[in-house]
Nanobody, 123 residues
Framework: VQLQASGGGLVQPGGSLRLSCAAS??????IGWFRQAPGKEREGVSC????????YYADSVKGRFTISRDNAKNTGYLQMNSLKPEDTAVYYC???????????????????WGQGTLVTVSS
């Protein structure tokens, strides 16, 4: 599975961005979004299951970020609102075949990764 993330950029605090993850195939795959800030470990942000569209969010983004998918377009999305400077990071999308039953935001559960897209939140 090939993945390509896009949509990053520079935005002011309180602003919004929508990231996209274009995939060569998406049916039957859980989609995850991860981020890595300089000097920090990779962090799971959100994921959406393959079977019923169940969603999971890191506490740090709950209520601000929304994950979605369009299987007909083989694309996943991460809508990011009320962005904060601490959201600054390189964001990656990843996929895993089937549903993840244990730790859905654990990056080791994902098999395929796209290149990152940089999100910078700064005034």
């Amino acid at each position: 599975v090939q993945l390509q993330a896009s949509g990053g950029g520079l935005v002011q605090p309180g602003g919004s961005l929508r990231l996209s993850c274009a995939a060569s195939e998406l049916d039957y795959y859980t989609i995850g979004w991860f981020r890595q800030a300089p000097g920090k470990e990779r962090e799971g942000v959100s994921c959406i299951s393959s079977s019923d569209g169940s969603t999971y969010y890191a506490d740090s983004v709950k209520g601000r970020f929304t994950i979605s998918r369009d299987n007909a377009k083989n694309t996943g999305y991460l809508q990011m609102n009320s962005l904060k400077p601490e959201d600054t990071a390189v964001y990656y999308c990843a996929t895993a075949l089937g549903d993840i039953l244990g730790a859905p935001l654990d990056y080791s559960e994902y098999d395929f990764w796209g290149q990152g897209t940089l999100v910078t939140v700064s005034s």
